[in-house]
């Protein structure tokens, strides 16, 4: 499976490393795999990194909530039954970088696990996870569990 990753940077916070975005990539990877998308042939993901003014005024346009958040995502696909074998463009994922920093600091652990558990978790909203109820809840917090365990990224 191909994965094309589009990242626009429009913050100054992190460094955008080849390391972070084959780590990136990988997750990607991942994700498809553990949600059943195994046989997609290339999946297409825009990654905008921004500030927390910027995804603050995305929030509020998009979702009616004027505070900033550290993860949106914008899905493009809509019939997930017509993915195999396809080429998918799957839609943006927006991360505060300014907040993963501080949520890694918060958590104890690195900023390239938090920024992966934010793009992981973006990335499942694109394929159409949710945590709205308490089962959605668990599926995707399991499909995040096992994405980061195989990650095997250090604290």
Not at 71 to 81: A, T
Request: aromatic share 6%; net charge negative.
């Amino acid at each position: 499976m191909k994965i094309l990753l589009s990242i626009n940077n429009k913050q100054k916070t992190l460094p955008v490393t080849a390391g972070l975005r084959a780590l990136w990539r990988g997750a990607a990877a991942r994700v498809l795999r553990a949600a059943g998308f195994d046989a997609v042939k290339q999946a297409e993901i825009s990654l905008l990194l921004c500030d927390d003014d910027y995804i603050r005024e995305l929030n509020k346009s998009f979702r009616g909530k004027d505070a900033p958040t550290d993860v949106l995502s914008f899905p493009q696909l809509d019939d997930f039954d017509e993915a195999a074998g396809q080429n998918l463009l799957l839609g943006d994922i927006v991360i505060s970088c300014e907040r993963a920093l501080a949520q890694a600091e918060e958590f104890a652990h690195s900023r390239e696990r938090e920024l992966v558990f934010l793009f992981v978790h973006g990335l499942l909203h694109l394929l159409g996870h949710d945590h709205e109820t308490e089962d959605d809840e668990s599926e995707m917090r399991g499909l995040q569990a096992l994405v980061m365990e195989q990650m095997a990224l250090p604290r």
